[in-house]
């Protein structure tokens, strides 16, 4: 089979698997998936010099994102592959690190060459290792923030959280908060009246429109992340930024749980336009009559700015908003930024 004809049966694939599961599969899975297609394209197509592997993976994520728009986790870790596969050529070559002021803008003329002229035959099993290594590093990403709830969460705490039902990460940091021996209480907002019968024994669940009666006995709240942003900002559940706004008001302090895999490298300049919609609520008979003429909207995020979070919970620490920008260079180089 031609390898052109296989890379785009792939891809297919991906895609038509991310579309069949409903309800949607976590975002770990999806972070996974996308690293192994990655990974078989990057075999498959056998790129000779570093231009051609970004050109690849610029070309292949762009348009796996343009089936999915609302998943941008798909162009997040071909950036990441994209410097993985910079930084080995720089080590097999012995290349400095640019001066980091200039780094904002592009890597230097000879660093450029460097890179252009590569020769990824010296690189690719070091390249495979590292893509190895990138997954194993996501798989593990929801058990290091959950060790970290001991450090955020204490005995007589109240903790008002969010989506509980449908975030494994979020169900992780509270049960390990749980087996460790922190004695406190969990309200949980659901958005379903099946998840109020539905809820672990160790919340309580409420409504939305509760929420403004019980914050003012609530110490803590938890949200957790559908993507943030360079600038702080962040989409949560729908939702969320009622949550928030009402925290904000009674000086609780907001923790979002984000895996470094959700942080996306664009500063988003209307997030809103990123918001994918829930299936309509209205009965269908209701629906078909006032088609074209009632617009019933039923967001599945909420954008959430920097200054209604507190505390980022990435894997390695806990993060204040102003310094998320900082942790994109970690993950991204710039100049691939700049190339997308």
Request: aromatic content about 8%.
């Amino acid at each position: 089979m031609d390898s052109n004809t296989d890379i785009e049966d792939l891809k297919r694939e991906f895609i038509f698997t991310l579309r069949r599961k409903f309800p949607r599969d976590s975002s770990s899975s999806i972070a996974i998936m996308t690293v192994n297609l990655i990974r078989k394209i990057i075999f498959r197509e056998n790129p000779r010099t570093m231009a051609d592997l970004q050109r690849s993976l610029t070309s292949h994520c762009k348009r796996l994102h343009a089936s999915e728009r609302s998943e941008l986790i798909i162009i997040n870790i071909g950036l990441m592959i994209s410097k993985l596969a910079r930084d080995e050529v720089l080590q097999k070559r012995g290349g400095r690190e640019p001066e980091p002021l200039y780094s904002l803008w592009r890597d230097d003329d000879e660093t450029m060459e460097r890179l252009k002229n590569a020769d990824m035959k010296k690189i690719r099993k070091d390249l495979q290792a590292s893509i190895k290594e990138l997954s194993t590093e996501i798989e593990s990403s929801r058990e290091c923030i959950a060790s970290q709830s001991t450090e955020l969460l204490f005995n007589n705490d109240i903790v008002m959280v969010h989506s509980l039902a449908t975030s494994k990460t979020m169900h992780s940091f509270l049960t390990h908060a749980v087996k460790s021996g922190r004695k406190h209480r969990v309200i949980d907002v659901v958005d379903e009246e099946e998840h109020l019968e539905t809820a672990p024994d160790f919340v309580t669940p409420i409504e939305l429109f509760e929420v403004a009666s019980r914050m003012p006995e609530t110490s803590k709240v938890v949200l957790v992340a559908a993507a943030y942003f360079p600038d702080g900002s962040c989409l949560v559940p729908a939702g969320g930024h009622q949550i928030a706004l009402l925290a904000k008001r009674h000086c609780v302090p907001v923790y979002v749980l984000a895996p470094f895999y959700k942080l996306c490298p664009f500063f988003m300049t209307d997030p809103a336009s990123l918001h994918s919609f829930r299936s309509n609520t209205l009965p269908f008979d209701m629906s078909a009559n006032s088609a074209g003429h009632v617009d019933c909207l039923h967001p599945a995020f909420d954008a959430l700015q920097s200054d209604l979070v507190t505390l980022f919970v990435s894997n390695t620490s806990c993060i204040i908003p102003s310094h998320v920008n900082r942790l994109k260079e970690d993950y991204y180089h710039s100049q691939d930024i700049a190339d997308f």
